[in-house]
Structure formats: structure tokens, C-alpha cells
């Protein structure tokens, strides 16, 4: 008997509830409005970019008029909480992602040729530490950024900081007043030198990398650049790729796929960059990136902590915040000031960046620690621009 | 009950395709089968609920349509898929709705009596059963036989929906249907006689 093989489907379970009334596209209301704002709002994300187009600045112009410039681009950025977008009852961090993902693959960027620059300016605050006489004091340091680095890594790039006030951490000192020029040149060897950047950081590599989710999960789980749990350091790992870079429109939203994936992301609403404009955040361990409320854009980075922590704050104290302000290619580094032309300015190729490892100062993962006595510093080991570990001998 | 599926320039992967730099074009989907999920939402969970499931459907859909394999021409085994996702969330009151019929007669999913006003209080024992029988299924022998007999897609269309190969369908309809067969001979007068009899 062939019904044992294919039993037929039961009469009387074809037809339970069979007579049931149909709704026409029309009637259903109110699962056409949920999908009508979705469009319109994706509508209005990818007009976005189009109604305010970005305009590129020659080099020379910004090192010339670099502070003005940057306050100008800040001034043209909306204040306050953007208005809420329609959002479904439970937004989770996957969800915030594969928006963000596809607000990056349908946002246009230049291409640029293997000779030429990225250039990305931002404000950043991390924390700074100062080492010595058996105590430790941190504060929040916030400068002004403007990188331009070679497309792929032949070239000598430049980095300028201009330092803006210190602020006070919870549980920490007065921080000290800014003393001395504010503006600091740094050029940035090309990452075939040794002790140079990465080459993971230049956009060749990037635009080499998959862009199909899987693909490139694969790559980073297998790529990671840390000794974090594997999970920790691919969360680690993608921020380090989108950060003051210009990615690939199909690579930053594989990315962010990636990241949607990652086990242990939440959601933080109303999460402001450092320049105040508030977004929607996905957070991991304290880690987050924030996205526009509306148009799901990168719009900066945040770190909390996780836990109090002596002499910084209690469990929220905002750590590191970050807000890309601009991406762009250009053909030329910007000419540096004579007068700094000492600390920076066109450098012999592979001649290390001064910062490393004769400065005051170190950073570990933009965490900045700085010994009292400037020459007690030393250098235990490095790789690369990595500082794994170092003392202040008192 | 079954759509024609258009083909050619306008099938759901030409449309999908557009909506990726023109998301206006995935209206057009919804317009398309927005009705046929329902319908069949409606079936499991009653016709409040099912709007509910439309609306998460389309919109999970909206935001994966980059990821839609354009070779599928025909979106309905994706559509159906995410759909089934989404009734899944509402399992419990699936089955609930499943035990009262077969306890009452009276189904709690045909709300109103312009509905369905015959099948609503007709306590036939067969639709007990039926109800009986689809409330013992594990939600996958479930979601794999209703995929079929009440939305009517092919082996092939159902495995896509599913994300399992096509024999694993064949055996988790088999097993279903089987069950559902069982609870239907339950209350089939021949065979209680003869279980009266051994």
C-alpha cells in the first residue's frame, strides 16, 4: 500500500479552517504600515548623503586653517537627539546592525587610486594616565584628529592632534591645564617599516578582504588580532577596522553582519558621541559603536565601564568617545607648518613616528599612560605600534 | 487557492533585485503575497495574530532582501519561511487554540461569524481531532505538514522554506500525517470497534 510510503494528507486536515476569510493586500493595514515606514525610512537614510554631499577639502586648506575647519564641520552636524524613527518593540543589537549594514552598502564612498590618501577627521576622548611616585591619576584627554594615511601603505602618512581641555573623571583628579602649543605633527612611517602600523590598517587590504558575511567571519575568527576570547577580539577587531578609516561600502556592511553575529551584544538607545549627537548603540563588554537613530550611519564610539573601577568611576563611567566626522580622499599630504617641521613634516621613509619609543608616554590601546619623570620610562616590549608592556622606574 | 507565479521580468527576484537601490519596489511583494500569508497565519493563530506575523514577515524580509538568493525566482518558500519563524513565536497560543477545539468543538481561531459561520459551531468530532492531533506534533513535523497541506507548497518549496533537505520533509510529513491520521482513527467508529475487539 503506497500510503504507507506517501500518506496522503487527511481530508479533514485540508480543510480545518479552510473556509477562513481572506484579507486583501489592502486590508491588512497595519502590517502595510510597518513595512511602509521601513522603506520610507530607508528612503530618507539613502537620500541623506545625496541632499548633503560631502565636500572634500583640499590638504592644504585643512593645514591651514585646521582648527576653524574642524569647528566649522562641527558646527554642521545636528545638536540634540535626532527624532525617533519608527522602531519595532524589541530592538536588539543584530537588528541594529543589519540596519547599519545596509545604510553602509547603499552609502556611496570614493575609491581611492593604490597613491593616494585616506583622510579622516574626528574628536576623540580617551583616558590618560599619569604613572609615578606609587600612585596612579587618570583623566579623560580629548583632542581633535586629522589622519591622512597612504591608500596602500607605501607611503609615509601624517597625524595631526590638537589637544583640547581635559576633563575630570569621576573618582579621579582635577586633570592638569593644557600647557604649551596644542597642535602636534606626527608622521606616520608606511606600514612596511618595521614598527610601523599594521597592514591590516590600509585600505588595499581592507578592499582585499570578502565581503560575503560568512567569508569574512571566517576570516576574522582565524585573523584575530589579539589574545582576547575569540568572541571579544572579533568585536575588538571589527572596531579597529572601521575606525578612522574609510571602508569599502560592501566590506563595512559584511562587518557589521559579522558583528550581528557575535554572541553578548546588547543595545544601549541614546547614546551620545563626542560631539553629543545621540544615536542608538550596540554594545559589547562596555565596547560600543553607535549608529544614527535614523539613518543607522557609524556616527562614532563609546567605551563604558563595565565595573567601578579606583580612581576613574563607578560601573557607566564613559571611558572613550569617539566621532568621525569626516572620510575623504586626497591626492597630496597637506604642507606642516615650518615651525613644526622638527616634530613632523615630510620624514625619511621608516623613520619611526617620534612618539615611539623616546616619548613621554605610551598608548595602549588609545589608553595613553604618561610617567612623571619622562625619562624613567621604559620600553619592555613592543611589537609593532603595540606596547605590551612598559614601567615607569621610579 | 494557489497563485500563478509571474515569471520573467517581473517575478519576486526581479522585484527583490530592484528594492535593493529602489526599496519601494518590495511593496510590490507585499502586495503580491501578503494575502496568501495571512491566509495561512490566520489558520494557525487566527486572523489578529496573523496581522502581527504579516507585518514582522515582510519586514524581517524587507531587511534580509539583500541576502535573497536571486535565483529563486519565486519569494514564497523564503517568504513562508521567515513566516513560519514568526508563527513560531506564538506556539504556545497556537496549541492552545489547537486543545480548545478539540476539547470544545468551538474554534477560538474563526473570530467572527462572518468568518466561518458553519465550520465554527459545527463540533464535528473529525475537527476535534484533527485539532487533537495538530496540538501533539512537534512544532517542526508541524510547521512541515501545514507548510504542505495548508499552504500548499511542493517537497522541495517547503525544504527551502525550512532549511532542511527535501527527505526530511518527506519524513516529518510521513510521521505527521500519520499522527494526525491516528487521532482521526480515534474517533472513527469502524476502528473503535475493532480495538473493542482485541
Known sequence: MTDLLEPEAPRELKELRAGIADRGPAELHKARAMLSAEIHGERRARERPRARPRRWLRPALVAGTAVAAAALVVSLLPRGPAPRAAQPAALTAAYVLNRAATAAAATPQPVPRPDQYIYVSSVTMYVSSEIGNGQEKSWLYRTRRQIWQSADGSRTGLLQIVQQPNKKLPWGPTPPALSGDPVDWTTLPPPSCPGAAPVRGTYTFLASLPTDPVRLRDWLYRHRAGQNPADAQAWTDIGDMLREMLVPPRLAAALFRVAATIPGATVVRDAANAVGQTGVAVSRSGSELIFGSRTYQLIGERSVLTRPVAGMGPAGTVVASTAQLREAVVSTLPDVPQSRKDNGGPAPACRLSRLLPTSSHVRVRNHRYTCVTTENMQLLRQSGTEIHQWLCAD | ?198
Open chain 2, 1 to 198: 487557492m494557489k497563485k500563478p507565479v509571474v515569471l520573467g521580468l517581473t517575478d519576486d527576484a526581479a522585484l527583490i533585485e530592484r528594492s535593493r537601490t529602489e526599496p519601494e519596489a518590495f511593496a510590490a511583494i507585499f502586495d503580491r503575497h501578503a494575502t496568501e500569508i495571512h491566509r495561512y497565519a490566520s489558520r494557525r493563530l487566527g486572523a489578529a495574530l496573523a496581522e502581527d506575523v504579516v507585518g514582522e514577515t515582510f519586514l524581517v524580509a524587507f531587511r534580509r532582501r539583500d541576502s535573497y538568493d536571486l535565483s529563486y525566482r519565486d519569494a514564497r518558500p523564503w517568504l513562508f519561511g521567515i513566516a513560519t519563524n514568526m508563527i513560531g513565536r506564538h506556539r504556545q497560543a497556537e496549541v492552545r487554540f489547537y486543545r480548545a477545539l478539540a476539547r470544545t468543538g468551538v474554534d477560538p481561531v474563526i473570530e467572527s461569524p462572518a468568518d466561518d459561520v458553519v465550520t465554527r459551531v459545527a463540533a464535528a468530532s473529525q475537527r476535534k481531532a484533527i485539532a487533537a492531533g495538530l496540538a501533539k506534533l512537534s512544532a517542526a513535523d508541524r510547521n512541515t505538514v501545514l507548510l504542505v497541506d495548508w499552504a500548499e507548497l511542493s517537497y522541495h518549496e517547503a525544504a527551502n522554506a525550512l532549511g532542511v533537505p527535501v527527505g526530511t520533509v518527506r519524513s516529518r510529513l510521513n510521521r505527521a500525517r500519520r499522527k494526525v491520521r491516528e487521532a482521526l482513527g480515534g474517533i472513527n467508529p469502524i476502528l473503535s470497534a475493532e480495538e473493542h475487539d482485541r
